[in-house]
C-alpha cells in the first residue's frame, strides 16, 4: 500500500501548521519512541477495529480515545514489535493473532514528545479484549464503515492539559471524540483502505 503520509494526517490536525510546529520542537529535543496498532477484526463478518479509552491520569493525553500502543522498549527489536507487544498489554490480544498489513507514517506529538509509529494489521478470527486495568478505562470497538462515512467527520471546541477552547476536526464513532495524533493517523489509514478499495 502507498502511503499517504502528512497531507492525509494532516487533514485531521488539531493545530494550524503543524508540520512547521513539528519541525521546531524536534530541533530542539530528542523524542522518545512509541508504536500503536489499527487492527482491524471480524464481528459477525462486518470488519472492526478496536480503540481505547485511556485511564485519567496527570498525562498529557489523560482520558483521550487512542489506538492500543506504548512506548518503545530496548528489547524491541523494530517499532512493529512494540506495537504488537503493547496491543497483547493493553487489551490482551496475542502476538499471534495480529498479522501487520502495513505501516502508516510516523508522526511526532509534540506535547508528550513522542515520536508515533503506526501500524495497520488484521486478525482473522473474532477477538476477546482484556483491558490492562492500570491502563485503560474501555475498550471501544467500531464498525470500519463508520470511519469511511464522511458525515462522522466534525468539528468540536475542547481543552486540554496544553490548549484551552479549541477547535478541532475529530471524528465521531460510537458516540465518542477521536481527535489529535489518533484521528491524524485514522485519516491516513482512512485514505489507504478507501484507495486500496477503489482498485
Same mark, same amino acid.
Given at each position: 500500500?502507498?502511503?499517504?503520509?502528512?497531507?492525509?494526517?494532516?487533514?485531521?490536525?488539531?493545530? &494550524?501548521?503543524?508540520? %512547521?510546529?513539528?519541525? #521546531?520542537?524536534?530541533?530542539?529535543?530528542?523524542?522518545?519512541?512509541?508504536?500503536?496498532?489499527?487492527?482491524? !477484526?471480524?464481528?459477525?463478518?462486518?470488519?472492526?477495529?478496536?480503540?481505547?479509552?485511556?485511564?485519567?491520569?496527570?498525562?498529557?493525553?489523560?482520558?483521550?480515545?487512542?489506538?492500543?500502543? @506504548?512506548?518503545?522498549?530496548? &528489547?524491541?527489536?523494530?517499532?512493529?514489535? /512494540?506495537?504488537?507487544?503493547?496491543?497483547?498489554? &493493553?487489551?490482551? +490480544?496475542?502476538?499471534?493473532?495480529?498479522?501487520?498489513?502495513?505501516?502508516?507514517?510516523?508522526?511526532? +506529538?509534540?506535547?508528550?514528545? !513522542?515520536? #508515533?509509529?503506526?501500524?495497520?494489521?488484521?486478525?482473522?478470527?473474532?477477538?476477546?479484549?482484556?483491558?490492562?486495568?492500570?491502563?485503560?478505562? =474501555?475498550?471501544?470497538?467500531?464498525?470500519?464503515? %463508520?470511519?469511511?462515512?464522511?458525515?462522522?467527520?466534525?468539528?468540536?471546541?475542547? =481543552? /486540554?492539559?496544553?490548549?484551552?477552547?479549541? /477547535? #478541532?476536526?475529530?471524528?465521531?464513532?460510537?458516540?465518542? #471524540?477521536?481527535? @489529535?495524533?489518533?484521528?491524524?493517523?485514522?485519516?491516513?489509514?482512512?485514505?489507504?483502505?478507501?484507495?486500496?478499495?477503489?482498485?
Amino acid at each position: 500500500m502507498p502511503r499517504p503520509g502528512f497531507a492525509a494526517q494532516n487533514q485531521m490536525a488539531a493545530v &494550524e501548521r503543524l508540520d %512547521e510546529l513539528q519541525r #521546531v520542537t524536534l530541533q530542539k529535543k530528542t523524542p522518545r519512541h512509541a508504536a500503536v496498532m489499527m487492527l482491524i !477484526y471480524p464481528v459477525n463478518d462486518i470488519a472492526h477495529f478496536v480503540l481505547i479509552e485511556r485511564m485519567e491520569s496527570k498525562g498529557a493525553h489523560s482520558g483521550q480515545i487512542a489506538f492500543p500502543g @506504548g512506548r518503545k522498549e530496548k &528489547e524491541d527489536a523494530n517499532d512493529s514489535v /512494540t506495537a504488537i507487544r503493547e496491543t497483547h498489554e &493493553e487489551v490482551g +490480544i496475542y502476538p499471534e493473532q495480529q498479522e501487520i498489513i502495513t505501516a502508516g507514517t510516523p508522526i511526532y +506529538i509534540p506535547p508528550s514528545n !513522542y515520536m #508515533v509509529a503506526p501500524f495497520l494489521a488484521f486478525a482473522k478470527a473474532e477477538l476477546q479484549f482484556t483491558p490492562q486495568p492500570s491502563e485503560v478505562k =474501555s475498550i471501544i470497538e467500531i464498525p470500519l464503515h %463508520e470511519l469511511l462515512d464522511a458525515q462522522n467527520v466534525q468539528k468540536i471546541t475542547l =481543552s /486540554t492539559s496544553y490548549m484551552n477552547e479549541v /477547535t #478541532v476536526p475529530c471524528y465521531k464513532l460510537q458516540n465518542q #471524540v477521536v481527535w @489529535g495524533a489518533t484521528a491524524m493517523m485514522l485519516a491516513e489509514f482512512k485514505s489507504m483502505l478507501q484507495e486500496s478499495l477503489s482498485l
